[in-house]
Antibody, heavy 123, light 108 residues
Framework: DVQLVESGGGLVQPGGSLRLSCAAS????????MNWVRQAPGKGLEWISY????????DYADSVRGRFTISRDSAKNSLYLQMNSLRAEDTAVYYC????????????????WGQGTLVTVSS | DIQLTQSPSSLSASVGDRVTITCRAS??????LNWYQQKPGEAPKLLIY???SLQSGVPSRFSGSGSGTDFTLTISSLQPEDFATYYC??????????FGPGTKVDIK
């Protein structure tokens, strides 16, 4: 079975750093694009970062660009999110999500999600 | 950036009701629209991709339709396990897959 398990969340002071991990199993990790999506308490879903299957292509939402860095290690079947210069508004549950392609790659969707890890930015 | 709006923002319905949720895009996105269900304390679950294709394992009472800027998620006969929040997501501006604000479906 496909599994995505996030870890690394916790309480951090404003301006601090945190590194999230997402351990993947049950599929060939190196073949899939991956994403980070977050959800602030009581709010909706916000896509924040993408990495291609090879790691060569990366993108970020404007809200985190320049502060967050996505990476992956296919040898360890793991996805990472390095978060620096954290702000109160970064408080959220962070999910890793696998991107699957349909109709010969014409369409994409996030077909598997981890259970999420909570990041709280507060003094 | 492509903006998505959903209506209504919330609705109350009874078991057995037919429920329709609308998602509107700020520009034409073809069929690049997905739907997710999220229950409290859980991760989102993919229901529909490419506007109308049912994800494997999702009950057939869920269906999606639409293209361009206007899309609909329909639950033909609401079941107790369907009370949740539903989000649309555009995949037109890949990889920036923005989400709609969500529609909460609760018990009347």
């Amino acid at each position: 079975d496909v599994q995505l398990v996030e870890s690394g969340g916790g309480l951090v002071q404003p301006g601090g750093s945190l590194r999230l991990s997402c351990a993947a199993s049950g599929f060939t990790f190196s073949r899939y694009e991956m994403n980070w999506v977050r959800q602030a308490p009581g709010k909706g879903l916000e896509w924040i970062s993408y990495i291609s299957s090879s790691g060569a292509t990366i993108d970020y939402a404007d809200s985190v660009r320049g502060r967050f860095t996505i990476s992956r290690d296919s040898a360890k079947n793991s996805l990472y999110l390095q978060m620096n210069s954290l702000r109160a508004e970064d408080t959220a549950v962070y999910y890793c999500a696998r991107a699957n392609v349909y109709y010969s790659g014409s369409y994409e969707a996030h077909d598997y999600w981890g259970q999420g890890t909570l990041v709280t930015v507060s003094s | 950036d492509i903006q998505l709006t959903q209506s209504p923002s919330s609705l109350s319905a009874s078991v057995g009701d037919r429920v329709t949720i609308t998602c509107r895009a700020s520009q034409s996105i073809g069929y690049f629209l997905n739907w997710y269900q999220q229950k409290p304390g859980e991760a989102p679950k993919l229901l529909i991709y490419a506007a109308s294709s049912l994800q494997s394992g999702v009950p057939s009472r869920f269906s999606g339709s639409g293209s361009g800027t206007d899309f609909t998620l329909t639950i033909s006969s609401l079941q107790p396990e369907d009370f949740a929040t539903y989000y649309c997501q555009q995949s037109y501006s890949s990889p920036r897959f923005t989400f709609g604000p969500g529609t909460k479906v609760d018990i009347k």
